[in-house]
Nanobody, 122 residues
Framework: QVQMVESGGGLVQPGGSLRLSCAASGSIFAISAMGWYRQAPGKQRELVAVIRSDGITDYADSVKGRFSISRDNAKRAVILQMNSLKPGDTAVYYC????????????????WGQGTQVTVSS
């Protein structure tokens, strides 16, 4: 079983910064990619940023230049640094570990955190 634990959400004023952290634990042999998604009220969940095990990153156009994703493979952790936050960034942010190998037979699956609320408001 794989668990994803997130932290770092909260309320921030426009233009402010927040840092989200997520760590994976449990029976893990390898993780292909880790990332962050978000879901605002009435909207579908969308990709915010993703980082592969080789360090290659990808960002949603709406956050490029403002958000930065990093990964600590040894700690199985992923960090999302969010700067210049806007009200449009308000959403529940979910951590994701993709194509996780979790047993000796090579079984794979995707795993999600419980979500953390980010609210950008004055």
């Amino acid at each position: 079983q794989v668990q994803m634990v997130e932290s770092g959400g909260g309320l921030v004023q426009p233009g402010g910064s927040l840092r989200l952290s997520c760590a994976a634990s449990g029976s893990i042999f390898a993780i292909s990619a880790m990332g962050w998604y978000r879901q605002a009220p009435g909207k579908q969940r969308e990709l915010v940023a993703v980082i592969r095990s080789d360090g290659i990153t990808d960002y949603a156009d709406s956050v490029k230049g403002r958000f930065s994703i990093s990964r600590d493979n040894a700690k199985r952790a992923v960090i999302l640094q969010m700067n210049s936050l806007k009200p449009g960034d308000t959403a529940v942010y979910y951590c994701n570990a993709a194509r996780v190998t979790y047993d000796v037979w090579g079984s794979r699956g995707d795993f999600w955190g419980q979500g953390t609320q980010v609210t950008v408001s004055s």
